[in-house]
């Protein structure tokens, strides 16, 4: 019996008819720790998830704990784990049932990637985990290699071959991917180390480099001839792929992949009907600035890219897609979740850092559940991460709208106030900056008592800077239309369709969009609803104003000598004011869709 069939083997009728009906992503719980490595499933088909609460301070106190669900993950309910010589969370092998996972027996390996049972004395290196039976029972250690490691991943046996493989990063200053493997379910172990994917350059719109971390945080899939895709978390704007034809004994040179991607972990998924699925942050940070500016001062080491970053401006949005043709095509790329928090004003200390320094979506886990949903767990910090169940099918969808009944849960519109940047010195914060809102609900201008999106220019000392907007996401799509029905009072707005998502404050947003176009009161009336569509057909565009075309151009192809490409098509709206400086009469928007 696989893992799917045991989760089934536990479902009343009445399990079976809520997991069926669930389609968009639905939250079910929070989990006890960081997504990473501490979700798994039992012999019985329990799930369980396994963490550490109470912590007096980060690595430091606690006690290990689990959460479990025995109605495939609709309910959880929590248990103490007082043994910490028993085996957590691991992979069961499809060969013979036998678990297997790894870890590191130094640094923070342990720490931020799973909960893990108490080594040996007196070893030091990267080790398999194995247990006949399964989490909670003692398992046995078998060394892999004394090489330093970390940010070790999920196991993954491979389908085509009797093989398991375990990938994880290179403990040096800039990492790159290795790959362990074993033929006999973690006897013994052969290891690759791969290139890194180059360090961070500063360009334009830089003024100083990114944290420079290779190539890390690997994760790996099995194609259904064999061969095998690695996608990696980089400092560049892309995930870089690395491709093995051999099960992995040897690996091409790491190149762009097709997914942007910056500083943020991604996960790949096999499903039982052949289909692949990715979860990522498909998002774009705000330009490194001149790191020597910064008050506090950095230290040496955020300021080189070496030692550090000074903020993570990118971690508020997480996506997923799915292929059906073995990673030929994708489709989807929608948000799977906003951060909760990504408008606080105390960002930075709010929930405390006992529980972990920073507080974004990223970083993922997921397994398969029965009738094809799958079970994802996503986030750090217990404000920011969740389990939530979704149908891969709601990756297919090609419409969206957005009418503000629900609020701004579906938009982002933060904006940052000025800051302490840097890594964690004191009780608060971690490569984070506060936030405030940009963008506003306002009563409706015809005095219908319903509310519509306010978009204007609040000058306020306190902002890193003065733009302000709002970003929304849509299935993403080489030709269709998107409609934005406002009424243009003050300066007017830009209007402009990517293939990720960017900040709203973020000023490059029209250099490195496909299409954007600036819209005034002249061109659209002078407080008067409008509805403006932007249509797209693969490379050329056109934008109307009630139905009369005011611009028809190419989709742009570079940007200060960078070439620009959407080979998956749009799947972002950012809508921004012009102004920059103080515009109290700004923009109303009534209505987002995506046609």
């Not at 994917?197 to 830089?206: F, G, L, N, T």
């Not at 190539?215 to 095998?228: D, H």
Request: hydrophobic residues 35%; charged residues 25%.
């Amino acid at each position: 019996m696989n893992d799917v069939q045991a989760i089934m083997s536990l479902l009343s009728s009445e399990d079976k008819q809520q997991i069926s009906k669930i389609f968009a992503p639905q939250e079910v719980a929070v989990p006890p720790a960081n997504a990473w490595m501490d979700l798994c499933v039992m012999p019985d088909g329990e799930i369980r998830h396994y963490g550490n609460e109470h912590k007096h301070k980060v690595l430091q106190g606690g006690h290990r704990v689990y959460i479990a669900s025995r109605d495939g993950g609709l309910s959880w309910k929590k248990h103490d784990v007082p043994d910490l010589d028993r085996l957590c969370s691991a992979m069961r092998s499809p060969y013979s049932g036998r678990y297997v996972s790894s870890i590191v027996t130094w640094g923070e390996g342990g720490w931020q990637c799973m909960e893990a049972p108490t080594p040996p004395e007196a070893i030091d290196g990267w080790y398999a985990i194995i247990s006949e039976e399964g989490p909670g029972t003692l398992p046995r250690w078998v060394k892999i290699t004394d090489k330093r490691t970390r940010n070790h991943r999920y196991p993954l046996a491979l389908k085509n071959r009797k093989r398991i493989l375990l990938a994880a990063a290179m403990d040096e200053k800039v990492m790159r991917p290795v790959v362990a493997r074993t033929d006999d379910e973690g006897e013994t172990w052969a290891v690759k180390e791969l290139e890194a994917a180059p360090i961070h350059e500063v360009s334009w719109p830089h003024q100083g480099p990114r944290w420079q971390n290779g190539a890390c945080e690997a994760t790996i899939v099995e194609r259904n001839n064999g061969s095998l895709l690695m996608l990696a978390r980089t400092s560049q704007d892309y995930l870089y792929q690395y491709e093995s034809f051999d099960g992995g004994e040897t690996w091409t040179k790491p190149v762009p992949s097709p997914f942007h991607g910056t500083l943020t972990m991604p996960t790949l998924l096999r499903l039982s009907d052949h289909r692949l699925m990715l979860f990522w942050c498909n998002t774009q940070p705000l330009p490194e600035l001149n790191k020597d500016d910064l008050w506090p001062p950095l230290n040496a080491g955020e300021r080189s890219g070496f030692g550090g970053e000074d903020v993570f401006t990118n971690r508020d949005a997480n996506h997923a897609a799915i292929s059906d043709d073995d990673g030929k095509t994708w489709h989807g790329f929608r948000e799977i979740a906003l951060n909760p928090i990504r408008n606080e004003a105390d960002f930075r200390s709010k929930g405390g850092t006992r529980d972990c320094l920073d507080k974004s979506i990223h970083q993922f886990q997921a397994l398969e559940l029965p009738f094809h949903k799958v079970l994802l767990a996503y986030g750090q910090h217990t404000l920011s991460r969740r389990l939530v169940i979704l149908d891969p099918d709601w990756l297919y969808e090609t419409k969206r709208c957005e009418d503000f009944t629900y609020g701004l849960s579906n938009l982002s519109t933060q904006v940052y106030l000025k800051s302490v940047s840097g890594n964690i010195r004191t009780c608060s914060g971690h490569c984070s900056w506060n936030r405030t809102n940009g963008a506003v609900l306002a009563p409706d201008p015809d005095g219908n008592y319903e509310e519509a999106l306010w978009l204007g220019c609040v000058e306020d000392p306190r902002l890193f800077n003065l733009t302000q907007g709002a970003v929304w996401n849509f299935p993403s799509a080489t030709k269709g239309t998107v409609m934005v029905r406002l009424r243009i009072r003050g300066t007017g707005v830009r209007l402009s369709l990517t293939d990720r998502w960017f900040n709203p404050s973020d000023w490059t947003v029209p250099e490195y969009a496909a299409i954007s176009v600036n819209l005034d009161k002249e061109s659209t009336g002078y407080d008067q609803w409008a509805d403006v569509h932007l249509k797209w057909v693969h490379e050329s565009y056109e934008i109307d104003v009630e139905g009369q075309v005011i611009h028809k151009g190419r989709i742009r192809k570079n940007t200060h000598g960078q070439p620009l490409s959407f080979p998956h098509g749009l799947s972002y709206l950012v809508i921004q004011s012009r102004a920059q400086t103080s515009d109290h009469l700004g923009c109303f928007i009534k209505r987002l869709e995506k046609e």
